[in-house]
T-cell receptor, first 116, second 116 residues
């Protein structure tokens, strides 16, 4: 069964500094990987996805993520953090070896705090 | 931009009472998901619909939870009787069955349930 690990419960970064939120995955085949962001009392907002192709994926709000098959990782990055980036970030995986539109399996989330 | 609608946004109920949540997916999205997100954790799938049919309800506590999507459009999730441990955010998501965005899930704002 597929799974996702987000090893950090909390990441603190100063405004203007680069940020990284880590994610590793386990899936039987080639994964479909996603990042979502959640603001307080809100649903999840899609940031970016990796399906195939270029390992560096660019998404919304200046975020990007790098797919690394050998390390089974899909870390989320941003060159310069903003205070407004402070939120809860979820990595998710879908195993495409299953037919149909299968649900996402989410990590437990990482809380990002950007300090002015 | 089309969005997934959910109501109510907040619900407080006493244990042993019945409660129901409603979701209206993005028009044309055949796949609908209900997730439960306990505070501090990632969302976990409760039930998945393809049109009006349930394709996965293996994690749905069927002794107290029920879900339906009678006309293959909007959906209702019911809990009867509610227990203290049901306090959580209930998220609805939808996705198209085909096309470029077939692997993305679009989330509603969620319903935060508090059972007292």
């Amino acid at each position: 069964a597929q799974s996702v690990a987000q090893p950090e419960d909390q990441v603190n970064v100063a405004e203007g500094n680069p940020l990284t939120v880590k994610c590793t995955y386990s899936v039987s085949g080639n994964p479909y990987l996603f990042w979502y962001v959640q603001y307080p009392n809100r649903g999840l907002q899609f940031l970016l996805k990796y399906i195939t192709g270029d390992n560096l994926v660019k998404g919304s709000y200046g975020f990007e993520a790098e797919f690394n098959k050998s390390q089974t990782s899909f870390h989320l990055k941003k060159p310069s953090a903003l205070v407004s980036d402070s939120a809860l970030y979820f990595c998710a995986v879908r195993d495409p070896s299953f037919s149909g539109n299968t649900p996402l399996v989410f990590g437990k989330g990482t809380r990002l705090s950007v300090i002015a | 931009e089309a969005e997934v609608a959910q109501s109510p946004r907040y619900k407080i109920t006493e244990k042993s009472q019945a409660v129901a949540f409603w979701c209206d997916p993005i028009s044309g999205h055949a796949t609908l998901y209900w997730y439960r997100q306990i505070l501090g954790q990632g969302p976990e799938l409760l039930v998945q619909f393809q049109d009006e049919s349930v394709v996965d309800d293996s994690q749905l506590p069927k002794d107290r939870f029920s879900a339906e999507r009678l006309k293959g459009v909007d959906s209702t999730l019911k809990i009867q009787p509610a227990e203290l441990g049901d306090s959580a955010m209930y998220l609805c998501a939808s996705s198209p069955s085909q096309g470029l965005n077939a692997y993305e899930q679009y989330f509603g704002p969620g319903t935060r349930l508090t059972v007292t």
